[in-house]
């Protein structure tokens, strides 16, 4: 009976110390993950022309909001892009001057 105990108090410390390892290398793994990406040389597709004003930017859910406004026909509208790719998902017309 003492060997069995023994048998059995061993092989447990050596499952905890395994799982106590699996779970650490399992945290770290998951904190060193970074989403990080280099913004500073995001290149729009399509960029922002030269008869356009930004009037404001947001970014939310790794997409980049611009408030752009048409300075020949006066039209603003909102384009979202990716800032991943760069790629322009959408575009918004927010309103058109009728003259």
Do not use: C, W
């Not at 003492?2 to 290398?25: A, C, D, E, H, R």
């Not at 030269?50 to 384009?79: A, G, P």
């Amino acid at each position: 009976m003492n060997k069995t105990l023994k048998f059995i108090v061993v092989s447990l410390g050596i499952l905890i110390i395994i799982l106590l390892i699996f779970t650490i290398f399992a945290l770290t793994s998951k904190y060193k993950k970074s989403d990080h990406v280099d913004y500073q040389n995001l290149i729009l597709k399509p960029l922002v022309t030269e008869n356009y004003q930004i009037v404001s930017f947001q970014i939310n859910n790794k997409e980049l909001y611009l408030n752009i406004k048409d300075l020949n026909t006066n039209i603003s509208e909102i384009r979202v892009y990716n800032l991943k790719t760069g790629q322009q998902i959408s575009t918004i017309k927010l309103n058109k001057n009728d003259q």
